[in-house]
């Protein structure tokens, strides 16, 4: 089987820097390079013949420890995906909605922390969105507007990852533990197909500190990866999840490619890549895109 080294860098110097360990990485494992190939001024692929994958990526973080570089392992046959589930909170959106309108009440501090211990594994999710909820009672609902407008933000590369895959025939879904009025407006922003997300109940004029139930989380975001890929008749092999919190791990752990993005230690430790240093558009060169097929 032919597997492929993706290096993916902040910039060139980098990139050319960190080719020298990729080839420690390769030698070390037996491996020499059958081929190489450019994908932009700060990506490239090295591809090699046989080898045990476990073994190779066990190579490549030894290897890349300690550098501002971000690597994928992986077999080079099937690695472009036909379809993408992405986490948005702290993932495609560069913060926490339901923390940043927590904001609005006076809240942050406390909520955020609990968000934090959720994320981390070390509270169940449910429970912990359950609570922070609940404290967010009589918030008037303008605050969900403001927070959109004025708090939320697109990662760098979230619109080119969504939109080259989708160019390229692939199913985008957002798939988050946050809230619909959230990733309904974060989807269109970005070019995801669908969403899906939990809904904080009102009154009409307020939020009533309930949700929605059943709660989307760490269970609900695999049975939307097997939903999803199943209405399109794909095995998981041909899919690819990305995310950072506990919450995320099911869907990354299943996933074709399963991918941490500036995850917790948790998700980083298990996930079949990571991306550290460079933007969204790691995605994309990880499944061979070249820079001059970004949408």
């Known amino acids: 089987m032919r597997h492929v080294l993706t290096l993916v860098a902040p910039d060139h110097d980098a990139l050319r820097e960190s080719l020298d360990h990729a080839l420690e990485a390769l030698a070390g494992a037996g491996r020499p390079i059958a081929d190489t190939e450019i994908l932009s001024d700060r990506a490239m692929d090295l591809f090699v013949d046989g080898g045990d994958l476990a073994a190779l990526r066990i190579r490549a973080a030894t290897a ?4 501002a570089v ?8 099937g690695r472009r995906k036909r379809l993408l589930l992405a986490d948005m909170d702290s993932t495609i959106i560069g913060c926490e909605c339901l923390d940043e309108l927590a904001d609005f ?30 404290r967010l009672a009589g918030l008037g609902l303008g605050a969900l507007r403001d927070t959109y ?17 989708a160019a390229h025939g692939a199913r985008c879904v957002l798939v988050s533990g946050g809230f619909d009025f959230f990733t309904a407006r974060v989807a269109a922003a970005a070019g995801f197909a669908a969403h899906r997300a939990n809904r904080l109940i009102d009154d009409g004029a ?15 975001k695999l049975t939307a990866l097997n939903e999803e890929a199943a209405a399109l008749g794909l095995a998981l092999s041909e899919t690819l999840a990305v ?6 791990l099911a869907m990354i752990e299943a996933a074709g490619l399963g991918v941490a ?18 933007d969204l558009t790691a995605l994309l060169y990880f499944q061979g895109y070249g820079a001059d097929q970004f949408a």
């Open 243 to 248: 995310g950072d919190g506990a919450n995320d």
């Open 149 to 165: 407008d004025q708090r939320v933000r697109l990662n760098p590369g979230a619109a080119a990852l969504a939109r080259t895959m």
């Open 261 to 278: 993005w500036r995850a917790k230690p948790i998700v980083a430790a298990k996930a079949d890549a990571r991306v550290d240093h460079t």
């Open 105 to 134: 009440a006076g809240l942050k501090a406390e909520i955020a922390a609990i968000t934090e211990r959720a994320m981390a594994g070390e509270l169940p999710f449910e429970a912990a969105l359950i609570e922070r909820v609940a």
């Open 64 to 67: 890349f420890a300690g550098l």
């Open 70 to 77: 971000d690597v994928c392992v992986q077999p080079a046959e």
């Open 206 to 220: 307020r939020l009533t500190g309930a949700v929605a139930m059943p709660i989307l989380g760490r269970e609900a």
